[in-house]
């Protein structure tokens, strides 16, 4: 009993066995409760931070949600990982030697049988961006891929503070600027039928707690903000107004609910005033009764 509270993770007695290339393997899982995580301040982009504790050191929840075949690198949330689409099989494990490839760079000596680390957690969340290419709609693949994107941003911002000198924070800047991308494209296909996004079941995009579809409009607005082509002014200004549009519809429902938290609408709230702020910066006239009609 001492011996396992100490430990931090352990594997699945169960072995699990790759749907492309049928090797057997053991996913790793984090151990709760025994002070292991000392929850801390959210942040803007809604990530909770976990205090470091005496016993355990930092700790990352993060790194153990995606499930990775260590022989294939097929990687995807649980849920997905032992159904995926019988059509792209094949596909999928013919770009197995590719997604090794493309990983090399970034990190050139990664093994999924071992207890993870940070550079483990962040290859993966890349490695489902990539596999989730090649699932239909009914998966929600795009959602999937923008929450990959956005987690693996905060991991590697995780690996800047470690190693400030092996540019981590670039592939970090990079992985928002994917986030922002698929956080467009999911919103703009759930409103126009296309694509919805209940085959992800909670949208997070932490861990802790799950903001559902007004996190996903609100981190819309912020992703648009902070990472969005700022080249063409035309298409700054529509984007952001689209991006205003949806963040006002947040706060412009009622009060504070369950499904509707107030950190969630006091960010909401404070993001508007700043697209408006940044609209009004780029020459757009922000008229009080359009302000205030949006705000109802």
Known sequence: MEEQGKKLTFFQKTPIKCPLCETDFYREELLTGGGRMIAGPLTRDLRRIYEPSKKFGEIFPLIYTITVCPACFFATFPQDFLSPPEKNKGALLEQSEKRKENLKPLFPELDFTRP???KEGTASYILAVFCYDFFTKEYSPTIKQGICCLRGAWCCNDLHRKFPNENYDYLAANLYRKARFFYTQAVEKEQR??????GMKVLGPDLDKDYGYD???YL?????LLYGP???KEKRIQTLTTAKRYVAKIFGMGKASKQKPSALLDQARELYEEINR???QIGVQIEPEEEAAENE
């Open 230 to 232: 700022r080249q063409e």
């Open 278 to 280: 940044e609209l009004e």
């Open 215 to 217: 996190g996903v409009l």
């Open 220 to 224: 819309n607005g912020l992703l648009e």
């Open 193 to 198: 039928g296309l694509e919805p996004m209940s």
């Open 116 to 118: 993870r680390t940070l």
